[in-house]
């Protein structure tokens, strides 16, 4: 069996993939795992495959910890990746802050192990970087990034625009840069690929707008803020009828293909796709250095 940890200093999606990893307790997750309980009602309890699990989480936030061990079965509790079972295989790195990353996934890259990167990956290319470069040293297999990638919805959008075309593309999604910018980013990437050649970025942190240019001509704008939890993809092209959109909204799917892909990882299945990180760490940093903080 595959034993993996969980580590992070502010742990996001909390109780999904383990959850969806290990199986879990109905009844803890129904009194501790906040909105996340909404997508584990009515499902099957148990693990995805018996030969892999999360039996440990890291994290100084005990509290937040101890309640999702309890939920989704994992037996061991500690403050320190230091502290962790010598005998893991590998790591989820389910860190809010891509700037932290890095540092928890150390000895995990270090030791040739499984990695994967919560989104965003990491925020920078320097960083990004030098996570490659560990893990070709140590063979490790890097993976991360969105759960969009794994929506049958944006599947369907997929085959649409393969279909018809669009000549631009607009994405639009809640939340600030990196912590949720990464989404819309990496479904344009999805889109269309990897070449990446040039991207301006306007705005603030919390908002703004970017626009990026691909090799080859296609263009996308990727717009965030204070706009509703779920992604929208606004196509345009030179039909009669120029203008379709899609709303992105099946979570429960998409948090689920993006376990069983973890799962399919850390057993080989599945192979690394770094130039897709690539392109989208690419264009979190050269927009993000340009916007402001706040």
Same mark, same amino acid.
């Given at each position: 069996?595959?034993?993996?940890?969980?580590? /992070?200093?502010?742990?996001?999606?909390?109780?999904?993939?383990?959850?969806?990893?290990?199986?879990?307790?109905?009844?803890?997750?129904?009194?501790?795992?906040?909105?996340?309980?909404?997508?584990?009602? /009515?499902?099957?309890?148990?693990?995805?495959?018996?030969?892999?699990?999360?039996?440990?989480?890291?994290?100084?936030?005990? +509290?937040? #910890?101890?309640?999702?061990?309890?939920?989704?079965?994992? *037996?061991?509790?500690?403050?320190?990746?230091?502290?962790?079972?010598? *005998?893991?295989?590998?790591?989820?790195?389910?860190?809010?802050?891509?700037?932290?990353?890095?540092?928890?996934?150390?000895?995990?890259? +270090?030791?040739?192990?499984?990695?994967?990167?919560?989104?965003?990956?990491?925020?920078?290319?320097?960083? $990004?970087?030098?996570?490659?470069?560990?893990?070709?040293?140590?063979?490790?297999?890097?993976?991360?990034?969105?759960?969009?990638?794994?929506?049958?919805?944006?599947?369907?959008?997929?085959?649409?625009?393969?279909?018809?075309? =669009?000549?631009?593309?607009?994405?639009? &999604?809640?939340?600030? $840069?990196?912590?949720?910018?990464?989404?819309?980013? +990496?479904?344009? +990437?999805?889109?269309?690929?990897?070449?990446?050649? /040039?991207?301006? &970025?306007?705005?603030?942190?919390? #908002?703004?707008?970017?626009?990026?240019?691909?090799?080859?001509?296609?263009?996308?704008?990727?717009? $965030?803020?204070?706009?509703?939890?779920?992604?929208?993809?606004? =196509?345009?092209?030179?039909?009669?009828?120029?203008?379709?959109? $899609?709303?992105?909204?099946?979570?429960?799917?998409?948090?689920?293909?993006?376990?069983?892909?973890?799962?399919?990882?850390?057993?080989?299945?599945?192979?690394? *796709?770094?130039? #897709?990180?690539?392109?989208?760490? /690419?264009?979190?940093? *050269?927009?993000?250095?340009?916007?402001?903080?706040?």
């Amino acid at each position: 069996m595959k034993r993996l940890a969980l580590v /992070g200093i502010d742990i996001i999606h909390k109780f999904i993939y383990p959850g969806f990893i290990n199986g879990f307790d109905r009844q803890a997750m129904e009194r501790d795992g906040e909105w996340m309980a909404d997508l584990f009602r /009515g499902q099957p309890s148990t693990s995805l495959n018996d030969e892999v699990r999360v039996v440990a989480i890291a994290s100084p936030d005990r +509290e937040t #910890a101890r309640r999702i061990a309890g939920a989704t079965h994992i *037996d061991t509790v500690v403050d320190r990746i230091d502290d962790l079972p010598g *005998d893991l295989d590998g790591a989820l790195v389910m860190e809010r802050q891509g700037s932290r990353h890095l540092e928890l996934a150390q000895r995990f890259l +270090e030791a040739g192990q499984y990695v994967f990167f919560d989104k965003p990956v990491v925020e920078s290319r320097r960083e $990004w970087d030098t996570i490659k470069a560990m893990a070709r040293r140590s063979g490790s297999r890097v993976f991360g990034g969105s759960a969009l990638r794994y929506s049958p919805q944006v599947a369907r959008v997929r085959t649409a625009l393969a279909e018809r075309p =669009a000549v631009s593309l607009v994405v639009t &999604g809640p939340g600030p $840069w990196y912590e949720y910018a990464c989404h819309t980013v +990496e479904l344009l +990437e999805l889109f269309h690929g990897p070449a990446v050649q /040039g991207v301006v &970025g306007v705005g603030e942190n919390r #908002a703004g707008v970017a626009v990026i240019r691909w090799v080859g001509g296609a263009e996308g704008t990727v717009q $965030w803020g204070n706009y509703r939890g779920e992604f929208r993809i606004d =196509a345009y092209d030179r039909e009669d009828t120029g203008h379709r959109a $899609w709303i992105i909204n099946d979570a429960r799917a998409y948090y689920q293909g993006l376990a069983q892909a973890m799962v399919d990882g850390v057993l080989g299945k599945l192979d690394p *796709d770094w130039e #897709a990180i690539d392109a989208v760490v /690419g264009v979190l940093d *050269d927009v993000g250095r340009s916007l402001s903080l706040t």
